[in-house]
């Protein structure tokens, strides 16, 4: 014992020793974290955890003496977690990573801490339409009408153009976007962000032109190269990336409003390094970050004051007169009817 060591009982320093010996042998993550400044982020692999490691982890946090770990998964896992852990104390994620629809439906139980430009200074800069009282907008792009040039001689105006007889069995559809196809046949047939029951009766309409509907995204981007569909309804950055890899698609922005796709970061009630995971959110809005994604992804800055090169924007972005028209999903429309939905869209659409 040192000379100068206030004395204490010997049950107190054993229970003080004995714990930080578990903290050093069982790497319990309170102690370690806090000492490393650690923030652990929730997030997909591939490209997505590239970008993050490459232009937000990195550059930005590590200088802060931030510690990144990536927790590298598919978002179902990861809204097991927040729910399953939503009563301790201390959660395993920091930063937690998901699609604007399934952060909308976690949300609701409450797991997440306010995001306020207080909290969030880059926030101040998002653009309004896709900011949230429980996320941030990290990365974004749109709904639109996807088309080859080759067969389709003058653009789609809206999504009623693909309803035209001529396009008879050259519409596809891919089954991971049936939200979305239903909400874009709702827009077509007089429905709404908040209505989709007018596109139930659109795609029967549809389905009797003959569309096809492919298993995945790969297999949509196979049929277009192919030329075996010419018209699709799909996220503008997909197509960036597709066009990028050769398949002949150009878009068109509907004249019934393009509806938004945003990725989002919230953090966690129970995260254990709160002012790291803010530190996070910020740095996700960096213009440098922004730009990074938009060059590799195609998916548009969430943030005002990040410049794309013009060529890029024009191929990626809204016109502002577009953006004024940029609808966002009703969240809670499609939490409280997405069951029926799907079960509109597998037994009577697809059958």
């Known amino acids: 014992m040192m000379q100068d060591e206030p004395t204490r009982p010997a049950a107190m320093r054993l229970t003080r020793r004995s714990t930080l010996a578990a903290a050093l042998t069982a790497g319990l993550p309170g102690l370690a974290r806090a000492q490393s400044g650690q923030v652990v982020v929730g997030t997909w692999g591939g490209d997505y955890a590239e ?20 927790d590298v998964g598919p978002q179902d896992p990861r809204k097991a977690k927040l729910i399953a852990e939503r009563q301790s104390r201390r959660g395993s ?3 937690c990573c ?14 997440f801490e306010p995001a306020t430009d207080a909290g969030v200074p880059n926030l101040a800069r998002a653009i309004p339409t896709l900011k949230r ?11 639109v009408i996807l088309y080859n040039p080759a067969k389709v001689s ?5 999504y009623a153009d693909l309803w035209d007889p001529k396009y008879r069995g050259r519409v596809g559809l891919v089954d991971l976007l049936y939200l979305q196809n239903i909400e874009s046949a709702a827009l077509a047939g007089g429905g709404s962000q908040s209505d989709y029951e007018p596109g139930k009766r659109k795609l029967m309409e549809l389905r009797s032109l003959d569309a096809k509907v492919y298993p995945s995204n790969e297999a949509l981007a196979a049929g277009l190269k192919s030329e075996e569909v010419w018209l699709t309804i799909m ?15 150009e878009h068109a922005v509907p004249a019934e409003g393009a509806t938004s796709i945003c990725f989002e970061m919230s953090v966690p009630k129970n995260a254990r390094n709160r ?18 994604f938009a060059d590799r992804m195609g998916y548009a800055p969430t943030v005002t004051d ?18 004024a028209r940029l609808r966002a999903p009703d969240y809670d429309y499609i939490a409280r009817n997405q069951a029926a939905l799907v079960d509109f869209w597998n037994k009577e659409f697809k059958r």
Do not use: C
């Not at 002012?275 to 990074?292: K, S």
């Open 93 to 95: 994620m920091d930063v």
């Open 51 to 70: 970008l993050l490691a490459g232009h937000i982890d990195r550059p930005l946090l590590r200088p802060q003496g931030v510690e990144v770990v990536q």
């Open 154 to 158: 003058a653009p789609p105006q809206g």
């Open 275 to 292: 002012d790291g995971a803010m530190a996070y959110l910020n740095a996700a809005l960096d213009p440098r970050a922004q730009t990074a």
């Open 235 to 249: 996220w503008l950055a997909r197509g960036f990336m597709w066009k990028k890899a050769g398949i002949p698609v």
């Open 133 to 143: 009282d429980y996320s941030v907008p990290h990365i974004y792009s749109a709904k």
């Open 306 to 323: 990040a410049v794309l090169p013009p060529d890029l924007a024009r191929q990626i972005s809204l016109t502002p007169e577009q953006q």
């Open 98 to 111: 998901l699609s604007d629809i399934d952060m909308y439906t976690m949300a609701q139980q409450g797991v």
